[in-house]
């Protein structure tokens, strides 16, 4: 029984417009009595939601709902209010609303009937304390439209990231090619042009002095032209990459870089080092060239370092300078805009193929470590 003070604040609730609702017990039990006149001040405010709003007592009856509530349930709001909630609910997602109502938590329900497609509403709970009792109130924001874009922009996003494999497949493939016919064609071509000139200076004919100088110097830019062929053969793709693996390859690479570079650079990879698949071996390869790449454009550094080493069934690749450090986007000697970003993406893209991770650390003058760990699937690797 309500005492004479609880009825008398109930009346100047209603006076106030605080109330707009009662339940009433008759003789056919609970009925929700709708006050006409009773405008609850924040009715027009909650009615221009886009979200669905509604006030329930601690069983679950619907004591005021807006428009939009109404609507995310396909139901007039006449046959809802004074009503259980979960009795409105299709087949799928009554338990799941339900449970969070029990637990007072918000979350997603997914809602769906045998005759129309599913739909994914979140529901959001908060208290309601009024003068009738523990009442609380649920939100609910309709994101069907959501979903269907979130699953729009992960499909387009597999899509792009497969295309991206590829772009990165057929890249190595195009490298590979042009490396082959640059040692296969052009160098045994140069390798023949200086057997014929080793061949004329070699003659016993007198030759007039100018003319061997002049063979003498053709001789000379030619043997340059054989070396620079073999040198961007290498870059392009290394034969030791597939005749020796990943370690030798890095070695070989690591020698010709310091000597072009005039870095320093400290090579240090297990003699047991493991085969990998190809695919493992030519992006690992890939992450050095870039990496070193970016130490003599960017980092002013001296001195390097690549470790290559097994680890707990994973491959952990590693690359640090002692230089600048990564600070604001580099630029190159003409002022211009670099690609390191794009180096980096490109890297960061191989790993990812491999379900490996690349970490960069970089402090202020201090340098750079870029750390690629790929996990060693089974069957992936072989002895040396």
């Not at 417009?17 to 017990?25: K, R, T």
């Not at 709708?34 to 221009?48: C, M, T």
């Not at 329930?56 to 995310?72: H, K, M, P, Q």
Request: glycine share 8%; hydrophobic share 40%.
């Amino acid at each position: 029984m309500r005492t004479q003070n609880e009825f008398e604040e109930i009346v100047q609730a209603i006076r106030r417009g605080g109330i707009d609702a009662l339940v009433v017990s008759g003789d056919q039990g609970e009925e929700v009595v709708i006050l006409q006149g009773a405008e609850h001040p924040y009715r027009a405010l909650v009615e221009s939601f886009k979200d669905g709003a509604a006030t329930l007592d601690s069983s679950g009856v619907i004591l005021y709902l807006n428009e939009r509530f109404a609507e995310i349930l396909g139901c007039s709001s006449v046959d809802l209010i004074g009503t259980s909630l979960l009795e409105h609910l299709p087949w799928r997602g009554r338990e799941d609303l339900q449970l969070l109502i029990r637990e007072h938590v918000q979350g997603e329900v997914v809602l769906q009937t045998d005759a129309s497609p599913e739909r994914t509403i979140r529901f959001t709970l908060g208290p309601a304390k009024g003068l009738l009792g523990q009442n609380f109130c649920l939100i609910a924001t309709e994101l069907t439209d959501m979903a269907k874009v979130t699953d729009a922009l992960k499909t387009s996003e597999q899509s792009l990231r497969e295309l991206s494999a590829r772009l990165l497949r057929l890249q190595d493939e195009e490298r590979r090619q042009i490396a082959r016919d640059l040692h296969d064609s052009t160098g045994q071509s140069l390798a023949v042009q200086a057997i014929l000139l080793s061949t004329l200076l070699k003659r016993e004919a007198p030759l007039a002095q100018d003319v061997r100088e002049v063979l003498a110097e053709c001789a000379a830019i030619n043997e340059r032209m054989i070396q620079e062929v073999r040198t961007v053969s290498f870059l392009l793709h290394p034969p030791l990459l597939d005749e020796l693996g990943l370690g030798s390859a890095v070695r070989r690479y690591v020698e010709g870089f310091a000597s072009r570079s005039g870095i320093a650079v400290s090579v240090d990879v297990a003699p047991d080092f493991p085969r990998l698949t190809p695919d493992a071996e030519i992006a690992l390869f890939r992450v050095v060239q870039e990496s070193l790449t970016n130490v003599h454009r960017y980092s002013g550094s001296s001195k390097a370092y690549v470790r290559l080493k097994r680890n707990d069934g994973e491959i952990v690749l590693e690359i640090g300078d002692y230089g600048k450090g990564i600070r604001h986007e580099p630029t190159s000697p003409s002022g211009k805009k670099a690609s390191l970003g794009v180096g980096i993406q490109g890297m960061v893209e191989r790993v990812r193929q491999l379900s490996g991770r690349l970490e960069i650390k970089s402090q202020q003058n201090q340098g750079t470590v870029i750390t690629a760990i790929v996990p060693i699937r089974e069957g992936q690797s072989a002895s040396t």
